[in-house]
């Protein structure tokens, strides 16, 4: 099974505040009334100038986020060994849980939501996972789908941008029976950008929306694999 090592993400706020000085100092074409996808920063793309994602970074809180991500991660995660990203509790309407740890097969993904919605689960989840607040990042309806995904993922994690689209194709298939919650999990002491980027996907969200988020999501994902995004990409 392919996963990341677990990580604690409590890095100073010092440290995060210099990366998105040097990740927002950089320069790239400017997008403009002509201007292609490629011409165009990963926010505006999804419809959000440079300035505004700018200005919401600057004055979001980041010792409030991380330790929120702290606290649902450790709770979600609570008895765990060798949990790392992408980690996903399944949860069937009929209560049953169960896990998956690392970025597995579409096959696998089948296997186990069968297995909760029939009862009888391989790998049951024993957890602590925080219950689904108002706000968060959802694709499909939880009060009314059979299945609820809850992963934490991380948009530099490799392995989490080769699950990403398994998970996208599960849901486009189920007809609504299946729910999608993203959560938060940067690998900070692994991946350079982990925080800045996941910062900037919540911007995303308070500035434009729900679809604006699953959308930048997206393009995060695709700087990922097959490759690492050049160190000069702009959010």
């Known amino acids: 099974m392919e996963k ?41 793309q999804v419809g959000v100038s440079k300035t505004s994602l700018a200005e919401c970074v600057k ?6 986020f991380a330790k929120k991500i702290e ?8 008895g765990e060994t060798g949990a790392g990203t992408p980690y996903s509790i399944v949860i069937g309407v009929n209560g049953v849980k169960s896990k998956i740890n690392g970025a597995e097969s579409y096959e696998n993904v089948k296997k186990v939501i069968d297995e909760v919605i029939t009862g009888k689960v391989t790998t049951a989840y024993t957890g ?21 995904i809850i992963e934490y ?26 729910a999608w919650v993203y959560r938060q999990f940067p690998l900070v002491q692994i991946h350079q950008h982990a925080m800045e980027r996941a910062i900037a996907s919540e911007c995303i969200a308070k500035i434009k929306g729900n679809d604006a988020f699953w959308k930048y999501g997206d393009l995060l994902f695709k700087l990922v694999a097959p490759v690492e995004a050049p160190v000069d990409q702009q959010l």
Request: hydrophobic content about 35%; charged content about 25%; some cysteine.
């Open 4 to 44: 990341e090592k677990k990580q604690q993400i409590n890095t100073p706020t010092a440290i995060i505040v210099a990366g998105f000085l040097v990740m927002l100092a950089i320069l790239l074409t400017r997008g403009g009334s002509g201007a292609t996808p490629k011409d165009k920063t990963l926010s505006e």
């Open 59 to 64: 004055t979001f809180d980041k010792d409030a």
């Open 71 to 78: 606290f649902s991660v450790g709770s979600a995660m609570k």
């Open 128 to 148: 602590e996972v925080p219950p689904i607040e108002d706000g968060e990042h959802i694709l499909g309806n939880p009060k009314t789908a059979k299945v609820t």
């Open 153 to 178: 993922s991380d948009f530099e994690c490799p392995f989490c941008a080769r699950f990403h689209p398994i998970l996208e194709r599960i849901i486009n298939e189920s007809n609504g029976s299946i």
